[in-house]
């Protein structure tokens, strides 16, 4: 039985996502694999992958780059949402299901992400 309260949609978004609320040296970079208005499934990859993963409970500051618009120009979706569900499979890439608490819309440009250090891709 499917129990989410919003449909998903299949999507590959590059993603980056941190621990809320501590040093964000580390960040964990993927893709979304799908996402709805409240929450999202993302695949891990690269060497944090390998690390530490998150769990259940635990707050993440999620950054999905959106497609660039031509009206709006390259912007990214920042969400704070809490790890649901963590997959690690042998042979697969780890991945991490979160419901999203609150999520806004910022632009992904050179300047406000050195102005702001915790934007899109920079967290």
């Not at 500051?61 to 031509?70: G, K, M, S």
């Amino acid at each position: 039985m499917d129990r989410r309260a919003d449909p998903r949609v299949e999507v590959r978004l590059r993603c980056h996502a941190a621990a809320a609320g501590i040093n964000k040296s580390t960040v964990f970079v993927g893709l979304t694999e799908n996402i709805s208005r409240s929450g999202a499934l993302l695949s891990w990859s690269g060497e944090a992958a390998r690390g530490t993963l998150p769990h259940p409970g635990d707050l993440l500051t999620v950054d999905i780059e959106l497609p660039a618009h031509r009206s709006f120009g390259q912007r990214c979706m920042h969400c704070e949402a809490v790890v649901i569900r963590v997959m690690a499979e042998n042979g697969h890439p780890p991945r991490v299901g979160v419901q999203i608490n609150q999520m806004s819309f910022r632009n992904d440009t050179a300047r406000s992400r050195a102005k702001e250090q915790a934007n899109c891709a920079v967290m």
